[in-house]
């Protein structure tokens, strides 16, 4: 029995080893900004046709950055509180970031009832913000720098707070970004 009990836990450990060796050459989860350093700049073509979202069209105003995927079960739960969100306070900006094609973000967002700024082939912009998990969140402050950073559980929560309290500080008016674009 102990030569059994002993040959299991050899194997967990072997399992572990060789689990934090892959996660460690692979880069492991997202390695989002760290809080205060610039926000990278980016170009994603509009998910409902419209052109192309960019950083600098939100220069100014506090800017919600919501990585996801529409087929992401967790994301899919955060649509309705970021749709309550904007409800509740119209000068805030909110934009979706997806790595799909921008017609089916687009689509599905509109089949879902939504209609919240997006992005889609946003690989480019995942990449430079260290995403690699869905869903995270990254609120970049008026003044371009990386305000919060988080992903997962309360992260949506904590930005849009983040956000608003941004917004209450000083930020630019609604009308000065009005179309974020």
Known sequence: MKERLATVIRWVLIGVAVVLLVRGASGGCSTLPAVGSPAPGFAVPDAWGGGTWSLEAFQGAPVVLVFFATWCPS?????PEVTKALAAWPALKVLLLSDEAPQHVGTWL?????????????GPAWQAYGVRVVPSVVVVGADGNVAYAGQGG???????NVARKGMAEGAAPADAVASGR
């Open 75 to 79: 994301c899919r739960e955060e649509l």
């Open 154 to 160: 309360s992260a949506l929560t904590d930005a849009l």
């Open 110 to 122: 509109k089949g879902h009832g939504y209609a919240i700024a997006a992005g889609g082939a946003a």
